[in-house]
């Protein structure tokens, strides 16, 4: 089997940790039997500087073209005082919008061994910490009505959504479930807000398509309390775009790094109706005051392959492979310096020797 894949490396250190997850890649085709093409697209800072746009069309292009797309990290100073429109994040955006991804998923893991990068007591995060934020993406507060009054002494913004947009999104979170520890949490403000009560309504009603999904329903602020109270409780959290937007930095800052963290924007459809390509992304940025001194920790970007393969090319057995590698090599006490909790221990590599390890790593799976 032959899949397409476009890639982002972007700017800062966006091309060091692309890189580092191009080789894991390619090591788990190789075991599991597959082989993935790479079509490089411009975009960000570096598109700025060759072509004059942040998001050239081409790019685009190449993307929609493609079974998924792997992003690095875009933007730095360089670009920063360039109007809204020209800067790199407004590639971003747009590139987004343009593969019409309205699910995203923002898995929260806390690998054995870097428990001491949370900054939960060790009694709280308990046996472990695996959740899953599924956020809805492209619609709610954030693309809703919203206006000053003419003298500029009032404002409002408008939380709409529709059954269907709830329904596709809540399918995702089903599914995630299904594939999980089968509990799915539905978080809102039913008590006060009309549009949470049709989630909570069209939740209910969907939940017999999957009787083997525990579901249940928690208001946004007993949710943030419970996150830090007992995350551990939590397997899939499924919830609207602003919601979403809080909760899942959340959720990302009790595992303690931001270099581990991947994320996945799926659910866009191709013009005849086929999935369209999701894009899996480290969470973290651009990194400027690490770019090329091979100090970026490329593990999230490495975990959102192998979220690429799961989700996107149907490869659960190779992912699943790729998260065991990376737990091998924590297991084996090796971290960036990001995730340095000061243990003597402990072996501090960089970049490329972090890609390393886990290619091997995978690569001995093999064997
Ligand atoms: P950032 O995530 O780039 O960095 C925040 C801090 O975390 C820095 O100290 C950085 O060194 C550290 N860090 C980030 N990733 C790391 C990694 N993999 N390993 C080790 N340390 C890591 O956020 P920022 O500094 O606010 O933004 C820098 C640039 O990135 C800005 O131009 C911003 O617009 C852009 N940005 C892009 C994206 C994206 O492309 N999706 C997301 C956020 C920020």
Not at 81 to 102: D, M
Not at 121 to 135: P, W, Y
């Amino acid at each position: 089997m032959s899949y397409t894949v476009a890639t982002i490396p972007g700017d800062g250190i966006g091309p060091d940790v692309v890189r580092e997850a191009i080789q894991v890649l390619d090591a788990a085709g190789k075991v599991f039997g597959f082989s993935l093409e790479y079509r490089e697209a411009p975009m960000g800072g570096r598109a700025i500087d060759a072509f004059g746009s942040p998001l050239p069309a081409a790019s685009l292009e190449t993307c929609k073209n493609s079974d998924a797309v792997l992003l690095g990290a875009v933007g730095g100073p360089k670009w920063d005082k360039l109007p809204g429109a020209q800067r790199p994040e407004a590639g971003l955006l747009g590139f987004r919008a343009g593969l019409g991804a309205y699910a995203n998923l923002r898995p929260a893991r806390l690998f054995p061994g870097l428990e001491g990068a949370s900054p939960l007591k060790a009694s709280v995060i308990g046996t472990g910490l695996d959740l899953l934020v599924v956020r809805e993406l492209t619609g709610g507060i954030y693309f809703g009505d919203r206006g000053r009054s003419p003298d500029g002494e009032s404002a409002w913004d408008t939380e709409r959504y529709s059954k269907p947009e709830i329904t596709r999104l809540l399918r995702v979170a089903f599914d995630a479930a299904r594939g999980r520890k089968k509990k799915l949490c539905v978080v809102d403000k039913a008590n006060v807000l009309e549009s949470s009560r049709l989630w909570r309504e069209t939740a209910k009603a969907m939940a017999s398509e999957w009787p083997e999904v525990e579901l249940s329903f928690l208001y946004v602020d007993a949710a943030a309390m419970e996150l830090v109270r007992a995350p551990g409780r939590f397997d899939v959290i499924a919830t609207s775009n602003m919601f979403g937007d809080i909760l899942s930095d959340e959720a990302a800052m009790i595992t303690g790094s931001i270099g581990m963290l991947a994320s996945a924007s799926v659910g866009g459809r191709r013009p005849d109706g086929r999935p369209g390509p999701g894009i899996f992304e480290p969470i973290h940025g651009s990194a400027p005051d690490i770019a090329g001194q091979d100090k970026a920790n490329p593990l999230a970007t490495i975990l959102s392959g192998a979220m690429l393969l799961s989700h996107s090319l149907g490869e659960a057995k190779a992912a699943a492979a790729i998260e065991a590698a990376v737990g091998r090599v924590i297991a084996a006490g090796y971290r960036c310096a990001d995730i340095d909790s000061g243990d003597p221990a402990e072996k501090i590599v960089g970049t490329r020797e972090m890609g390393r390890l886990v290619t091997e790593a995978m690569l001995e799976a093999g064997r």
